[in-house]
């Protein structure tokens, strides 16, 4: 629904919900993911997470979109963030002004992952098995 009405911020705190979710108790109840725990997330509901994202964002926005860039960046992280708009090297926050939540930012820009504890997790999901199918 978040996703059909272009509100994308409420449909990223959605996917990170739902991300949690599926990993189990533990994230959800420290609300966030460890990146060991990535591979555990069911090939098909991560597919489908990213296709909506990819549906509902005329191809712009989904883990595969940001898998795709990734790739011809050379698995440059520094360069993906920088190609995508995140800012301090994949820091990203919530705060009003400090990350664009429209269909015109930039392509891969949507959905975020909190990389306050490096890259690992992000580096776990663009490596999903169902992910890399996709590209």
Request: hydrophobic letters at 35%.
């Amino acid at each position: 629904q978040h996703l059909l009405q272009e509100d994308f911020e409420e449909a990223d705190r959605f996917t990170s919900s739902v991300l949690r979710e599926l990993v189990g108790e533990g994230a959800k109840d420290r609300g966030y993911i460890y990146y060991s725990e990535v591979k555990s997330i069911p090939s098909q509901d991560l597919t489908s997470l990213d296709r909506l994202w990819h549906a509902y964002s005329q191809g712009k926005f989904g883990f595969s979109v940001q898998a795709r860039l990734l790739s011809s960046l050379g698995g440059r992280y520094d360069r993906l963030w920088k190609r995508i708009g995140w800012k301090h090297e994949g820091i990203w926050t919530r705060y009003p002004g400090a990350f664009d939540w429209s269909i015109n930012a930039p392509e891969g820009h949507m959905p975020l992952t909190n990389q306050l504890r490096g890259v690992r997790l992000l580096h776990e999901l663009l490596n999903h098995p169902s992910l890399i199918k996709r590209n």
